[in-house]
């Protein structure tokens, strides 16, 4: 069972990984990363084992971006329908690419937004549910 720690860490290195592979393994790439003030929203509810676990808190994680863009656009997000996991998302930041992590037709309570270079991901925000 993940703590509400782990479950934060895990927002955090789902942006910060994928970075320092495309870039060899260098550190220096994730200096930009970090988790931002948890934000209030929609009530979100998700299994866990065997119990449901629910709450209004959202978690939201950055790479090279600013919390204020990545936490505006998150709230235009989670109010919406997803069209399923991996779904596209219109209305993200210019240049970004945005995908939802909810099943099909929950509200979207997590997802990430990446923008590429070169096929390297050179900024990103993700967020989730915050488990505390």
Same mark, same amino acid.
């Given at each position: 069972?993940?703590?509400?720690?782990?479950?934060?860490?895990?927002?955090?290195?789902?942006?910060?990984?994928?970075?320092?592979?495309?870039?060899?393994?260098?550190?220096?790439?994730?200096?930009?990363?970090?988790?931002?003030?948890?934000?209030?929203?929609?009530?979100?509810?998700?299994? =866990?084992?065997?119990?449901?676990?629910?709450?209004? =808190?959202?978690?939201?994680?950055?790479?090279?971006?600013?919390?204020?863009?990545?936490?505006?656009?998150?709230?235009?997000?989670?109010?919406?329908?997803?069209?399923?996991?991996?779904?596209?998302?219109?209305?993200?930041?210019?240049?970004?690419?945005?995908?939802?992590?909810?099943?099909?037709?929950?509200?979207?309570?997590?997802?990430?937004?990446?923008? =590429?270079?070169?096929?390297?991901?050179?900024?990103?925000?993700?967020?989730?549910?915050?488990?505390?």
């Amino acid at each position: 069972m993940r703590t509400p720690l782990t479950a934060s860490l895990a927002v955090a290195l789902a942006l910060v990984a994928p970075i320092a592979y495309a870039a060899g393994g260098a550190p220096s790439r994730a200096a930009g990363a970090k988790l931002c003030k948890a934000i209030s929203g929609p009530r979100w509810s998700v299994a =866990r084992g065997h119990q449901t676990v629910s709450g209004r =808190r959202y978690q939201v994680g950055v790479l090279n971006v600013s919390c204020s863009l990545a936490i505006r656009h998150v709230k235009k997000f989670y109010g919406r329908r997803s069209t399923g996991a991996k779904g596209l998302l219109s209305g993200g930041p210019s240049g970004y690419v945005c995908r939802s992590a909810a099943p099909k037709g929950l509200k979207i309570f997590q997802g990430t937004c990446k923008r =590429r270079t070169g096929g390297t991901t050179v900024a990103a925000f993700a967020w989730s549910p915050k488990l505390s």
